[in-house]
C-alpha cells in the first residue's frame, strides 16, 4: 500500500477541515429549522386557544348582558379589550423574537462559508507555492540518478525552495563534472597496470 506524499497529507488535512467546517454548519441550520418549526407550532397553538378562550369569554359575556350593569359589563369589556392587546403584544414580541433568533444565527453561517473558501484558497496556494515545486523537483532528481539526464526543472521561486532547485541544480552539475573526470582518469589508471 502508497503512503500518502506531503500533498496527500496537506489535502486530506484540508479535506478533514472542510469537512468539519460543513458538517457544523449543517448541525446549526439543522437544530435552527428543527427548533424554529416545533416553536412556531408550539407558539401558533397557544396563540389559538388563547384567542379562542378570549372569543368564548366574549361570548359568554355578551350572552350574560342583561344580568350585568352597564357599569359592570364596561368594566368586564376593558379587561377584555387589555387581554386583546396583551395577546397581540405577545405575538408580536414572539416574531421579533424569531426574526432576532434568524439574524443571530445568519453571521455564523457567513462565518462558516467564508471559512470554507478560506480552507480552500489557503489548500490553493499551498499547493501551488510549495507542494508542485518540491513534487517537480523530486521528479527531476529522480529522473537525474535513474536516467543521467540533465537535472533541469522549471521553478520560479526566489525562496528556499528556489535556493534548494539551484542548491541541486549545482550538486548534479558538480555530480556530473566529477563523473566527467573520474571516467577521463580511468584510461590513464588501466595503462599504468599493464
Request: aromatic residues 8%; neutral net charge.
Amino acid at each position: 500500500m502508497r503512503q500518502l506524499g506531503v500533498k496527500g497529507k496537506i489535502n486530506l488535512g484540508f479535506a478533514v477541515l472542510f469537512l468539519l467546517l460543513l458538517l457544523s454548519g449543517a448541525i446549526s441550520v439543522f437544530e435552527l429549522t428543527r427548533n424554529s418549526v416545533s416553536e412556531a407550532s408550539a407558539k401558533h397553538g397557544g396563540n389559538t386557544a388563547l384567542s379562542h378562550q378570549l372569543q368564548n369569554m366574549e361570548q359568554h359575556i355578551s350572552d350574560g348582558m342583561t344580568e350585568l350593569s352597564a357599569e359592570r359589563y364596561e368594566e368586564v369589556r376593558w379587561h377584555l379589550a387589555q387581554a386583546d392587546s396583551l395577546a397581540a403584544a405577545l405575538h408580536d414580541n414572539a416574531l421579533r423574537v424569531e426574526e432576532s433568533r434568524y439574524r443571530s444565527v445568519v453571521p455564523g453561517i457567513i462565518a462558516i462559508l467564508a471559512g470554507l473558501v478560506l480552507i480552500l484558497l489557503f489548500s490553493y496556494f499551498i499547493n501551488y507555492f510549495f507542494v508542485n515545486p518540491l513534487v517537480k523537483i523530486t521528479q527531476a532528481v529522480n529522473n537525474t540518478v535513474e536516467f543521467g539526464s540533465p537535472f533541469k526543472v522549471n521553478v520560479d521561486s526566489n525562496d528556499e525552495i528556489g535556493e534548494l532547485k539551484e542548491a541541486i541544480s549545482r550538486l548534479a552539475l558538480q555530480a556530473k563534472k566529477s563523473a566527467k573526470v573520474e571516467a577521463e582518469a580511468q584510461p590513464f589508471s588501466s595503462s599504468k597496470k599493464v
